[in-house]
């Protein structure tokens, strides 16, 4: 009997952008698709109209796409619903006895099936009408091996609650609607977050009651905040994978950082583009310790990331942040100097301004007046050139006896206005001799 293919599944609700929890759902799925050969699976699940946010669902496949993670499959919950297939799948399960129908009125909702208690009041009814419950079975302890923990978990059935499957409005709920994907879409392994885990024993018995091969189920491990140490909150800490590429974070430093959130390769490796981690990716390196998002490791990918990028490169992503005025050829001089010491792209600009405008300048001591004013005079007549110009201003350095880390900081400041720049001379080379003498001149006369 031949060995059934891999295939995962990436099941996002159109409920708002991609955040990064998501994010890494999908890596893992895809990584695991495909380094076994397999089908990656996108299924947008928004049978639960009221939560949908117009236009999401296309900004999750936008950002997805952004990332690289392409789906062999795209399916919409809304359409198979309008093909009745949940409703039948319902109908099934009451036929087999694994649910009935309920009654029972509603709870801040116009949908009928709530009921605050563990058993339902209508599953021994034998009612023809409603919303569709499932029958959790008494005295029985529902059990799977969990891929990513490597382990046993059981519940109690006594435990497990009455779930509505199908609402009265006609409509599944997750616990219907995903486990019935699953087994039509054939998917074999199931990656979710572990908040998903309480909810698995009425996943397993509604599986059951379909039949057919049971998918492999896998939970994450939650992502925890640096700060709280409790799990990445929406509304207290920076999530949403957008966000973070508006803030110049580059999406396949983003992507490698989240790989190892949770995952660890065998070697400590920590630098993977998105086809060594294919090629590399094990199940059994998923890690049992809930992972913490630290921003400076972030900011160490991406700074990585950044300089391994060529000038051009570099150029096609900072383009849009300058006006026509400023040239291709400009920008091309100040980027190798601005990359090395930049962690996200938006850094460029508020580390190169100078380049493009008289600065603001400090208020100078009457002892960095002094380094200005010799500055301006070596400066005047010493030729244009790196080797000159530092030897130059070193040799007066020394013969005043000054320190040379105070004398070349004034100089930093006057030229550009700030203490972190690009390396100063050749700064200074790309401003030019003439615009150079003119912004120490300007503050020398200020006095």
Not at 157 to 180: E, N, Q, W
Not at 230 to 246: A, G, N, P, T
Request: charged share 25%.
């Amino acid at each position: 009997m031949p060995e059934m293919k891999v295939r995962t599944r990436f099941a996002p609700s159109p409920t708002g952008f991609l955040h990064i929890g998501g994010l890494r759902t999908a890596l893992y799925a895809y990584a695991l698709a495909k380094h076994n050969n397999g089908q990656f699976i996108l299924r947008i699940e928004d049978t639960d109209q009221k939560r949908e946010i117009k236009g999401a669902a296309t900004a999750l496949q936008e950002t997805l796409e952004k990332f690289n993670l392409l789906w062999d499959e795209l399916y919409v919950q809304s359409e198979r619903h309008e093909q009745g297939i949940y409703r039948q799948a319902a109908q099934k399960l009451v036929s087999a006895g694994y649910a009935f129908y309920c009654q029972c009125p509603p709870k801040n909702t116009q949908t009928q099936g709530y009921s605050p208690i563990l058993r339902d009041p209508c599953r021994d009814k034998n009612l023809q009408s409603g919303a569709i419950k499932l029958r959790v079975p008494d005295g029985k302890i529902i059990s799977y091996f969990d891929f990513v923990h490597q382990k046993e978990i059981s519940w109690e059935s006594d435990t497990v609650y009455d779930a509505t499957l199908l609402k009265s409005d006609g409509f599944p709920t997750y616990h219907l609607a995903a486990m019935v994907d699953d087994l039509e879409m054939k998917i074999t392994h199931i990656l979710r977050g572990h908040d998903w885990l309480p909810s698995t024993p009425i996943h397993l018995i509604v599986l059951e009651g379909l039949g057919g091969n049971l998918p492999q189920i896998g939970h994450l491990t939650d992502i925890l905040s640096a700060s709280t140490g409790k799990k990445l909150s929406k509304r207290h800490d920076s999530v949403f994978c957008e966000k973070f590429i508006e803030s110049g974070f580059l999406p396949e430093a983003l992507l490698n950082f989240v790989m190892l959130l949770g995952w660890a390769p065998k070697d400590n490796r920590e630098l993977f583009s998105l086809e060594e981690f294919v090629k590399y990716f094990d199940i059994r390196g998923f890690q049992e310790a809930n992972p913490k998002f630290i921003d400076q490791k972030l900011l160490w990918f991406n700074g990585q990331y950044i300089r391994n990028k060529t000038d051009e490169e570099i150029l096609s992503l900072i383009r849009k942040d300058f006006p026509e005025a400023v040239g291709d050829n400009l920008l091309l001089k100040i980027i190798p100097l601005a990359k090395e010491r930049i962690s996200t792209l938006t850094q460029f600009k508020t580390l190169t301004q100078f380049f493009f405008q008289t600065p603001n300048y400090f208020d100078f001591t009457p002892e960095q007046m002094e380094y200005l004013k010799i500055a301006h005079q070596v400066l005047s007549f010493v030729n244009w050139t790196k080797e000159t110009i530092e030897s130059q201003l070193v040799d007066s350095v020394k013969k005043n006896n000054w320190q040379n880390g105070n004398f070349f900081m004034a100089l930093r400041l006057a030229i550009a206005g700030q203490k972190i720049t690009p390396p100063l001379t050749e700064s200074m080379l790309i401003l030019g001799k003439k615009e150079v003498l003119g912004r120490l001149s300007a503050i020398i006369k200020s006095v």
